[in-house]
């Protein structure tokens, strides 16, 4: 398995904006993709900005360059979305999960 990770930051005033947006591409964007497992957004709320962060689980590092295409490591950010971050990350990080654990 793989995860996939980026980060972007917004001002806090666009933040509840920029959130729904993310969650439209999680939730639905993306979940039908071949190799697709699962999809965190985590939120992250500082006295200047806001940070965002996606894990996104796939069975394979092929699977993400299937979906993503040639320049599979670099981060996809629409327009819609660009013009609601302060900056975020040009590329997405890309970690094997050895393991996984799930409470009960």
Same mark, same amino acid.
């Given at each position: 398995?793989?995860? =996939?990770?980026? =980060?972007?930051?917004?001002?806090? $005033?666009? %933040? +509840?904006?920029? $959130? %729904?947006?993310?969650?439209?591409?999680?939730? !639905?964007? /993306?979940?039908? %993709?071949?190799?697709?497992s699962?999809?965190?957004?985590? &939120? =992250? +709320?500082?006295? @200047?900005?806001? $940070?965002?962060?996606?894990?996104?689980?796939?069975? @394979?590092?092929?699977? /993400?360059?299937?979906?993503?295409?040639? &320049?599979? $490591? %670099?981060s996809?950010?629409?327009?819609e979305r660009? &013009?609601?971050?302060?900056? !975020?990350?040009?590329?997405?990080? !890309?970690?094997?999960?050895?393991?996984?654990? /799930?409470?009960?």
């Amino acid at each position: 398995m793989i995860a =996939r990770m980026w =980060r972007g930051y917004t001002k806090p $005033e666009d %933040a +509840d904006v920029f $959130e %729904a947006l993310l969650k439209t591409e999680l939730q !639905h964007d /993306i979940r039908d %993709a071949p190799g697709f497992s699962h999809s965190y957004l985590l &939120r =992250r +709320d500082g006295a @200047s900005d806001v $940070e965002f962060m996606t894990v996104t689980l796939w069975d @394979s590092l092929k699977s /993400i360059r299937d979906f993503m295409g040639p &320049r599979y $490591e %670099a981060s996809a950010v629409p327009e819609e979305r660009r &013009r609601h971050l302060i900056r !975020h990350d040009g590329t997405a990080a !890309h970690y094997e999960v050895p393991s996984i654990s /799930i409470a009960d």
